[in-house]
């Protein structure tokens, strides 16, 4: 069975996540692994990221060194000293895709922190095949507003520029209209994703668009094919989420 790495954190209502990631790739029919970077509880009404230290997660990839993955996603990373393990142990598995998607955890959006992540990011998103930021996160890594259908395919591109891999570009319902629109920029072309807007709750739509994208990517799709499929899923993800987020196992 094909095996997919996920790297991501914990989410305690398990609507995004790695909780998420798994139960796609599962649905999706493939097998799932996970190396956890962090977990997450509700202290005094204040939603907390704690952060496992770079030591266990490095300890959890290195346990896993000998598993044949054929794609792996890297989701939530707590700090750029994370970002670094995990960049540092992607540099032996290149010849399998690997998904980016850019969690950015700010309290402040400090240019110098920014500056960090940037650094980071950009090693890591060299070894992927394709990176897949929400709306907000393209804003920071651009430090501009995206605010229409056109910044959508320019900050696509420019992205592509910038960081030397393809780029999904989760416009989603953040954009104003009645479509929640992607665009998807390969390096040499790009095109426009949409589907109607969903109601409710779209908690962990990210995670399960990333966590697709890579699980059809291993099952041997090309960057077109598995993007299309993958804006399928969480489309019926969302379709039937309930109040914790989108819902993969769900899907009928």
């Not at 998103?125 to 651009?142: D, G, K, V, W």
């Not at 591109?157 to 209209?177: D, H, I």
Request: hydrophobic share 45%; glycine share 10%.
């Amino acid at each position: 069975m094909t095996k997919i790495l996920t790297i991501a954190g914990s989410d305690i209502f398990s609507g995004g996540g790695l909780q998420a990631d798994l139960a796609t790739i599962t649905q999706i029919g493939a097998k799932g692994f996970v190396a956890v970077t962090c977990v997450t509880a509700l202290v005094a009404d204040e939603f907390q990221v704690q952060p496992l230290t770079p030591l266990q997660l490095e300890q959890q990839l290195m346990s896993l060194a000998d598993v044949p993955f054929a794609a792996i996603k890297i989701g939530l990373l707590p700090s750029p000293e994370h970002a670094y393990v995990v960049y540092h142990w992607l540099k032996g598995r290149q010849r399998v895709p690997i998904v980016f998607d850019p969690v950015l955890v700010l309290k402040e959006n400090k240019d110098q922190v920014l500056g960090q992540w940037a650094k980071v990011f950009q090693k890591i998103a060299a070894l992927s095949q394709i990176m897949t930021p929400n709306l907000r996160e393209a804003e920071l890594l651009l430090g501009r507003d995206l605010c229409d259908q056109a910044d959508l395919q320019a900050g696509a591109e420019e992205l592509s520029r910038q960081f030397g891999t393809a780029v999904y570009l989760k416009g989603g319902s953040r954009l104003p209209g009645p479509v929640a629109l992607d665009f998807v920029w390969t390096g040499q072309s790009g095109f426009y994703l949409e589907t109607p807007q969903e109601q409710g709750t779209i908690n962990g739509s990210g995670c399960v668009l990333a966590s697709s994208l890579t699980t059809y990517l291993g099952q041997g799709q090309d960057v077109v094919k598995a993007s299309h499929l993958a804006k399928q899923f969480v489309t019926a993800a969302i379709e039937v989420a309930d109040e914790w987020g989108v819902s993969p196992y769900a899907i009928k």
